[in-house]
């Protein structure tokens, strides 16, 4: 019977033990792991190409907790292991020998000096906030660390003690403690920095300055020690493991602040890696506080740089802002090099190629340069001058504004603003029509890290034939179209652009043209707001930006004096580079007159011309026309003249507003011969342009003419040309003869409001009339 109940209590037992069994088993499945082990409050750490730091920001709580390493070095590894917990490979999360001799140390003491800690349970206490150390925190933490074993492998377990354990101060985490300390990364540290890591956290307030250091010195020295006893070093490492002295703290770079505010702005990831070059960042921000430091004397107060590696299409530096001000006043907080602004005259390459490509010109085509007037806009040459008519590649390379608004009006704004968006611009927050014509003088509005991106993919894709999106951060690529403009008009458009000297900058451009070859543009928006410089070597496309960062305007700025010398100067760091071939198979070659850039039609001197191969140019020169001359060099007709006496030739005639610029600044100009006396009457019915032009007032244009002193209304200067250097006009206004002028036609008019007719007949007999309108009084 005793035996039957004692049978009875073993099964019991037997059974008791085997629930309890399942029951910790299943609290070690399903009990819910420390919400910290996956929600933490890190601090952002933006690294370069190699994995250099660039710029940092602490955590909110004001620890530098950097993201968790990928994986414990080896050196770390075997270092901490041999320190903390030799066992941690075999034991389940709790070490029974190292209990047991806890246990002995604490019931000698009388109170708890060791607690047997495996890695597992220093990495629960860590979780929970490091709690007091008492028996039954102990528990607790024995606890959890079984339940971390259960669902955590051993390297996950490792990784996650090393990313945080402190490391003294407010500095948490191996790979803030390397970076903090030893300026690298964890995968590249030493024995000795290794060592003194893994012993680190169990005094970490040795590591400061005015603690006892030595003892930290001898800690470190006794696990090198050991570890050459295991094997892990000899004895020539050991002595110069040992020699390394202890670390201090080291301040994080700050190289690039302003682009860490940009890509954490929305949130991010606390680990970034980009593609800049640490290095180089380091070398253009000097280059910008030098210039800087000029330019805030000239009331310029900041500065944005961004390089690019267009053979990579990866950004190398970027400097979003360069203050030299009142950091408050001028915005100093502010990445301006990704806020947009006006963006002055650097869209003009962008048509310029759009055209190519639509074949609406050819690089010598003439684009005309005269006073302009649509619709009361009226845009001028930055020198207030002009040229008549100007060579397509040379309006672009001299930034000319005038050729490039009728370019526009040509090409079309609507399509212009849609190329626009196609090459990559996000900032055309406004319809084509809310631009209009100042689109290309820069009514719009971009930033410098997309226009400069532009610019790479620009000869990215003359040199390649295609060019991928620029990427800033490794790995990420954002999804845009084929770049719109050919390979052929891409470098077409880029050798105009290295071709003709700058204003203000002809002799610092010869000295770097002398160099390399480089495609550079500049601009200054409306006001003296903005001044950009972006250009292209070979390898690398650099933009700049200067200005004030809250819109003031200096008096001084200009794209080519402000701007420009800081852009050469860093092509100066980046070195020299080859020019892209000509992409031949992105060519083709037509035949074009060399005066004029139209095609040829028999009846001018012509050359061999290269435009993008699909393009359909197709229009025959307009300015060269034959005329039949007599024996004295007069024009004559079959009229007024036998053929058997005449004597062709060919003519390059351009209408006479351009011609009266042009020769100007063409002295070999030679404008068409008179007609004959007697062959003039006839003459007007085979010649119906009129050889004159009205310059002033411009076609279109109200004329306000203000009131005299005396009450009496004034008068407004008329200026017409001709294209005869000694032809006399008569004037006349509503039908009433005003009186003749010769050589120089300018006449003051005095005209109610309303609208007038002015009538101008030459000494031949060839009539203009102009139609103006006279503005009111208010």
Same mark, same amino acid.
């Given at each position: ?30 009990a819910p792991l420390p919400a910290a082990l996956t ?418 993919? !620009?000869?990215?894709? /003359? &040199?390649? @034939?295609? #060019?991928?999106?620029?990427? =800033?951060?490794?790995?990420?690529? $954002?999804? +845009? ?15 105009? !652009?290295?071709?003709? /000297? &700058?204003? @203000?900058? #002809?002799?610092?451009?010869? =000295?770097?043209?002398?160099?390399? $070859?480089? +495609? ?22 650099? @933009? ?227 139609r103006f309108k006279v503005l009111g009084d208010h």
């Amino acid at each position: 019977m005793k035996g039957r109940f004692t049978g009875r209590r073993r099964r019991w037992a037997l059974a008791g033990a085997a629930l309890a069994l399942l029951a910790g088993l299943a609290f070690l499945q399903f009990a819910p792991l420390p919400a910290a082990l996956t929600a933490s409050d890190y601090a952002t750490l933006m690294l370069d190409r190699q994995g250099r730091p660039l710029a940092a920001r602490i955590a909110a709580d004001q620890q530098w907790r950097f993201a968790p390493v990928a994986r414990v070095p080896d050196k770390y590894r075997r270092a901490l292991l041999t320190f903390e917990d030799r066992r941690f490979e075999a034991h389940p999360g709790v070490d029974p020998l190292a209990v047991l001799r806890a246990a002995r140390d604490n019931l000698a003491a009388g109170r708890v000096v060791s607690g047997g800690s495996t890695l597992t349970m220093q990495l629960a206490r860590l979780l929970r906030a490091d709690p007091p150390r008492t028996f039954p925190e102990k528990a607790r933490e024995a606890v959890l660390a079984l339940q971390l074993e259960w669902h955590l492998d051993k390297d996950e377990i490792l990784r996650q003690y090393a990313s945080r354990a402190p490391f003294g101060g407010n500095t948490v985490g191996l790979r803030a403690a390397a970076w903090r300390y030893f300026q690298r990364p964890p995968e590249q540290l030493s024995w000795a920095e290794a060592a003194l890591l893994a012993v680190l956290p169990n005094s970490p307030a040795l590591i400061h300055p005015g603690r006892d250091r030595e003892r930290l010195r001898a800690k470190r020295d006794r696990l090198l020690e050991t570890l050459r006893e295991q094997g892990a070093l000899d004895r020539d490492d050991l002595a110069l493991a040992r020699l390394e002295p202890l670390p201090r703290v080291q301040a994080l770079p700050s190289l690039a602040p302003r682009l860490l505010d940009t890509l954490t702005a929305g949130g991010g990831a606390p680990l970034l890696r980009t593609t800049l070059d640490a290095d180089l960042q380091r070398r253009v921000r000097d280059l910008a506080d030098h210039h800087g430091q000029r330019l805030g004397r000239q009331g310029v107060h900041n500065l944005a740089v961004v390089v690019i590696d267009h053979r990579a299409m990866a950004v190398r530096a970027y400097l979003g802002n360069v203050n030299h001000g009142d950091p408050l006043t001028y915005g100093a907080a502010v990445d301006i090099a990704a806020r947009p602004r006006s963006t002055g005259s650097v869209l003009k390459p962008l048509l310029y190629g759009s055209m190519l490509d639509a074949g609406q010109l050819l690089p010598g085509t003439l684009v005309s340069d005269l006073p302009t007037n649509y619709g009361g806009y009226s845009p001028e040459n930055f020198d207030r001058e002009y040229r008549g008519a100007v060579p397509a590649h040379e309006a672009l390379a001299r930034s000319l504004n005038v050729p490039a608004v009728r370019m526009l009006r040509r090409y079309g704004v609507g399509r212009f603003h849609d190329q626009l968006r196609a090459l990559g611009m996000t900032t055309l927050f406004r319809p084509a029509d809310g631009y209009g014509l100042t689109l290309v003088l820069g009514g719009a509005e971009g930033t410098l890290m997309e226009l400069t991106g532009i610019y790479a993919r !620009l000869i990215a894709t /003359a &040199r390649d @034939g295609a #060019a991928p999106p620029s990427a =800033l951060l490794s790995g990420v690529h $954002p999804v +845009a179209a084929p770049f719109p403009i050919s390979p052929g008009a891409a470098w077409l458009t880029l050798d105009a !652009l290295r071709e003709v /000297a &700058r204003p @203000g900058t #002809a002799r610092q451009w010869r =000295l770097y043209r002398s160099s390399q $070859p480089i +495609a550079w543009k500049t601009g200054t928006s409306y006001g003296l707001r903005d001044a950009w410089a972006i250009g292209s070597n070979g390898r690398y496309t650099v @933009g700049v930006w200067a200005g004030n960062g809250n819109g003031e305007p200096a008096p001084h700025l200009g794209g080519a004096d402000t701007a420009a010398p800081l852009m050469l100067d860093v092509f100066s760091l980046l070195g020299t580079e080859p020019w892209p071939a000509a992409p031949l198979n992105d060519l083709k070659t037509v035949r074009a007159c060399v005066d004029d850039g139209y095609l040829a039609g028999g009846r001018c001197r012509a050359e061999d011309v290269l435009a993008p191969l699909h393009s359909h140019f197709q229009t025959v020169t307009p300015h060269h026309r034959r005329v039949h001359l007599d024996a004295n060099g007069q024009r004559v007709h079959s009229g007024c003249e036998s053929v058997a006496n005449m004597r062709a030739r060919d003519w390059f005639v351009l209408p006479p507003a351009q011609a009266w610029f042009y020769r100007q600044r063409h002295p070999d100009y030679r404008p068409l011969p008179a007609w004959r006396a007697d062959c003039a009457a006839g003459a007007r019915a085979l010649d119906t342009t009129p050889p004159m032009a009205v310059i002033y007032p411009h076609a279109g244009a109200g004329l306000f003419i203000p009131r005299e002193l005396g009450g009496e209304r004034g008068r407004a200067v008329f200026r017409v040309v001709h294209e005869r250097p000694g032809a006399s006009l008569f004037w006349h206004l509503d039908d009433q003869y005003l009186g003749r002028t010769d050589h120089f036609h300018e006449w003051a008019l005095r005209a109610s409001p309303g609208w007038h007719t002015l009538t101008l007949v030459d000494d031949q007999g060839f009539r203009l009339q102009r139609r103006f309108k006279v503005l009111g009084d208010h």
